[in-house]
């Protein structure tokens, strides 16, 4: 390490002609290479000596060092150690500055010294950080990982088509539709979207907490953000910080190509915000559209949310609420956004796929399906062996993260590469905030799918003990506790565009597990759009 031109054996061969001159005896040498004099924390030579001279060992009168600033840039440190020092009878020799602590001339230098020794320290951090500031207020991308969507060629984000595609489908998605960020995330893993396994990214799969990423990230708009994330002082401690992610940052035109339009990141930061805020109900307190996201569209496919109409007398005074199911009028994918209007008024929908439900129920091979299916188990073992390994590798992973800021916070600020040091740790940092992120979707993901197996095999049991009883159960159930079973029972619901000429709505209805109607046993159920009786139906089990 080299101070204003000094290597370290340059201090030192000066250190020892000093006490040669003033004949003193060396009696043993403390080095703390490539640590910072901004505390004591982490320099283990520096508390090794101290704790020497609070024992008295080899009864020294002299510290010698370089510079002052070699001994401490921290003023408390300094007059702390110094302090004890001196109660033991050592003094403080800086043999540059030319200031002896067993003189009173030496010790008010000393208080003055360490004092703009810190705060020298802190400019020099703030110039370095500002110079970073800088280049993010010019729209130039400031170290780490380029995002998904990106390649980073020559320190410049260049469009990576491919990926982009992928962005882009993901913001269409979130504000174009009713979908979250969860259904999102599996809209792509069910249409075979993957991701390459390029530097942080560990999955090829998407989880929410991807997504959310995405949606959060203003680069996409062709925006540079700067200081989403600061470092700050832990309070009630000295030289410990953490990292804290910020409401309040600086957003810059970038000067790399966006892949979403202004209006696209407005309208997804808009769903964001609304999305994380509950609105209370205020009428029909109890009511829940208990198809919501099972009845499909006719037209383009996608799930139909359920609405209200609500109704007013001529004084404006409200009186009852028409509940319905209608399409989301999404887009496809050549652009063009479904057309399908027609409102159906749930009590009509609900009551198809009830009467229909009932019809099954007594049917007396219905029971010894839902035994079967009911009897098998949940294994999670394997789930939660690879759970366990990718918490191990987080493990590892935060505590070379602290080491590393550790490092950084321990940068000698004399060192005349003191600022590449600190953008390549910076840029180290970076990557293992990114790889952390991926372990932990890939935990989350896995947690997930255990979750779901779980759920899954309760739901089947709950299912069950309803089905055995449904005409006496059902109509006794709050629309809650209906929407609950509809959903663990039934995965998908098609009905006919228009109401068919035999009075039938329902077009086909796909269930989560096999179901007995007649001599058959069956996962989709279809009918025919001019009869009333059941067409062919597809994917009857094999082992049935």
Not at 1 to 14: I, W
Not at 16 to 33: L, N, P, V
Not at 37 to 58: H, P, T, W
């Amino acid at each position: 390490m080299q101070v204003d031109g000094y290597s370290l054996n340059a201090q030192r061969d000066k250190l020892h002609k000093y006490a040669e001159y003033q004949g003193m005896q060396i009696i043993e040498e403390f080095t703390d290479e490539g640590r910072s004099g901004k505390n004591v924390v982490g320099r283990l030579a520096f508390q090794e000596m101290l704790s020497k001279i609070k024992s008295g060992e080899d009864n020294v009168s002299y510290v010698l060092v370089f510079k002052l600033s070699r001994f401490g840039r921290n003023a408390a440190d300094v007059l702390n150690s110094l302090q004890l020092m001196q109660d033991n009878g050592v003094n403080l020799i800086c043999v540059e500055d030319n200031i002896d602590s067993s003189k009173d001339s030496g010790k008010l230098m000393i208080s003055v010294l360490s004092a703009v020794a810190e705060i020298e320290r802190e400019n020099i951090l703030v110039q370095t950080m500002e110079g970073r500031k800088q280049k993010a207020r010019q729209g130039e991308w400031n170290g780490g990982f380029a995002p998904f969507g990106y390649q980073l060629i020559d320190k410049k984000l260049i469009v990576d088509e491919k990926e982009a595609e992928i962005v882009r489908l993901i913001f269409d998605k979130f504000t174009t539709t009713t979908m979250g960020i969860n259904a999102v995330a599996s809209y792509l893993n069910q249409h075979g979207y993957r991701k390459a396994k390029r530097q942080n990214n560990k999955l090829e799969t998407f989880a929410a907490s991807f997504i959310k990423g995405v949606l959060d990230n203003p680069v996409y708009a062709g925006k540079i953000a700067y200081g989403r994330r600061k470092s700050e002082k832990k309070a009630g401690t000295r030289g410990e910080y953490h990292t804290v992610k910020q409401d309040d940052y600086m957003l810059s035109e970038g000067v790399h190509d966006a892949i979403i339009t202004a209006d696209t990141w407005e309208a997804a930061q808009r769903k964001r915000k609304q999305n994380g805020t509950a609105n209370p109900k205020t009428h029909s307190l109890e009511h829940e559209h208990i198809l919501s996201s099972i009845l499909r569209c006719p037209v383009c496919g996608s799930p139909m949310y359920g609405n209200v109409n609500r109704k007013k007398n001529k004084n404006g005074e409200y009186y009852r609420d028409y509940f319905y199911y209608a399409c989301k009028h999404r887009r496809f994918n050549d652009g063009i956004t479904c057309h399908y209007k027609k409102q159906w008024g749930q009590d009509v929908i609900d009551t198809a796929v009830e009467q229909f439900i009932s019809q099954l129920t007594k049917n007396p091979k219905f029971k010894s399906a839902l035994d079967k299916k009911i009897s098998s188990e949940t294994d999670a073992s394997e789930l939660e062996k690879e759970i366990e390994i990718l918490e191990k590798k987080r493990k590892q992973l935060v505590g070379a993260k602290s080491h590393l800021w550790q490092r950084m916070s321990d940068l000698d600020i004399d060192d005349n590469f003191y600022t590449q040091k600190y953008a390549d740790m910076e840029e180290q940092l970076n990557k293992f905030y990114a790889e952390i992120e991926s372990v932990d979707s890939n935990i989350e993901m896995l947690r997930q799918r255990i979750i779901n197996a779980q759920q899954d095999k309760l739901s089947s049991e709950s299912v069950y003990r309803i089905l055995e009883h449904f005409d006496k159960f059902y109509d006794k159930f709050t629309d809650r506790e209906k929407k609950q079973f509809m959903g663990a029972f039934i995965e998908r619901i098609d009905i006919f565009p228009e109401r068919q000429e035999n009075g039938r709505i329902l077009k086909s209805i796909k269930f989560k597990f096999p179901v007995w109607y007649g001599d058959k046993s069956y996962v989709d159920f279809c009918w025919n759009e001019k009869s009333p009786v059941e067409c062919v139906v597809l994917m009857s089990r094999k082992d049935e």
